[in-house]
């Protein structure tokens, strides 16, 4: 075994990936460039560094169950005029998640906000907090279905593990009371100890026909807004720009 091949052994059963991967050009790299021995280990060390923040990302990503990956640059702000790009860049450096505080995002169907959900969602399983996303619809089913096997107190614990947890889509199907106080338990569980960025498309006011309850969505809200940004959207769906832009549908038509 040559000198470079027994390196290359080490490196991997120290779990020294990245460097063992790209040894030939590394060492080439520091040759080159006539590194010193500080230099040569910043660098290898920076290296490690950002290959296991890759591995920490791609775990997080696939553990955080997004529905599909988007980011704030791809995000088109020209067409969402009533949303402050400032206040966006902002919420990305994530130190609402930290305190345990929430955001919730409201505005009619296509207006971009889920995809403002998933993206500040990324940017925390980046800042390296354990993030979930999961659909109102989804989550409530859920919480029903381990209260009729009398696992509810084990999936609250599992939904309150996150520091970040992304509810997507309240206000699109009714929800039954019963269904509505199992919501409530999980917000109560998370209330100022773990974030949560919640999705609508419609306004606080009509809460209360959501849960099927005013009292609880009252209760709801009490708690979601107490520590909470809410930003809301008003403007075209995304999905209809294309169609708008061709002359295919007419802005009222869109609107109705």
């Given at each position: 075994?040559?000198?470079?091949?027994?390196?290359?052994?080490?490196?991997?059963?120290?779990?020294?990936?990245?460097?063992?991967d790209h040894l030939s050009s590394f060492l080439a790299d520091a040759a080159k460039q006539e590194w010193d021995y500080g230099k040569f280990l910043e660098q290898f060390?920076?290296?490690?560094?950002?290959?296991?923040?890759?591995?920490?990302?791609?775990?997080?990503?696939?553990?955080?169950?997004?529905?599909?990956?988007?980011?704030?640059?791809?995000?088109?702000?020209?067409?969402?005029?009533?949303?402050?790009?400032?206040?966006?860049?902002?919420?990305?450096?994530?130190?609402?998640?930290?305190?345990?505080?929430?955001?919730?995002?409201?505005?009619?169907?296509?207006?971009?906000?889920?995809?403002?959900?998933?993206?500040?969602?990324?940017?925390?399983?980046?800042?390296?907090?354990?993030?979930?996303?999961?659909s109102a619809q989804s989550l409530i089913a859920s919480l029903a279905r381990a209260h009729a096997e009398n696992r509810l107190e084990q999936r609250l614990k599992l939904?309150?593990?996150?520091?970040?947890?992304?509810?997507?889509?309240?206000?699109?199907?009714?929800?039954?009371?019963?269904?509505?106080?199992?919501?409530?338990?999980?917000?109560?569980?998370?209330?100022?100890?773990?974030?949560?960025?919640l999705t609508s498309n419609q306004p606080y006011s009509n809460w209360g026909d959501i849960f099927g309850d005013r009292i609880i969505a009252t209760a709801i809200l009490?708690?979601?807004?107490?520590?909470?940004?809410?930003?809301?959207?008003?403007?075209?769906?995304?999905?209809?720009?294309?169609?708008?832009?061709?002359?295919?549908?007419?802005?009222?038509?869109?609107?109705?």
């Amino acid at each position: 075994m040559s000198h470079l091949d027994a390196l290359e052994t080490n490196l991997r059963e120290l779990k020294l990936s990245r460097v063992a991967d790209h040894l030939s050009s590394f060492l080439a790299d520091a040759a080159k460039q006539e590194w010193d021995y500080g230099k040569f280990l910043e660098q290898f060390v920076r290296e490690e560094l950002a290959a296991r923040r890759e591995r920490r990302n791609e775990m997080g990503m696939r553990m955080a169950r997004m529905p599909f990956l988007k980011t704030l640059e791809s995000f088109d702000f020209a067409y969402q005029p009533s949303i402050n790009p400032k206040q966006i860049k902002e919420l990305s450096a994530v130190r609402w998640v930290a305190n345990g505080e929430n955001l919730v995002l409201l505005g009619p169907p296509g207006v971009g906000k889920t995809h403002l959900a998933v993206s500040l969602g990324v940017k925390a399983i980046e800042a390296g907090y354990k993030t979930q996303f999961t659909s109102a619809q989804s989550l409530i089913a859920s919480l029903a279905r381990a209260h009729a096997e009398n696992r509810l107190e084990q999936r609250l614990k599992l939904y309150c593990q996150p520091k970040l947890l992304v509810i997507d889509e309240i206000g699109y199907i009714p929800i039954d009371r019963h269904g509505a106080n199992l919501f409530f338990q999980l917000i109560s569980r998370r209330y100022e100890k773990g974030a949560m960025i919640l999705t609508s498309n419609q306004p606080y006011s009509n809460w209360g026909d959501i849960f099927g309850d005013r009292i609880i969505a009252t209760a709801i809200l009490d708690r979601v807004l107490h520590h909470a940004t809410t930003i809301s959207i008003k403007g075209e769906s995304y999905r209809l720009k294309e169609k708008l832009k061709a002359g295919l549908l007419q802005r009222q038509e869109a609107k109705a």
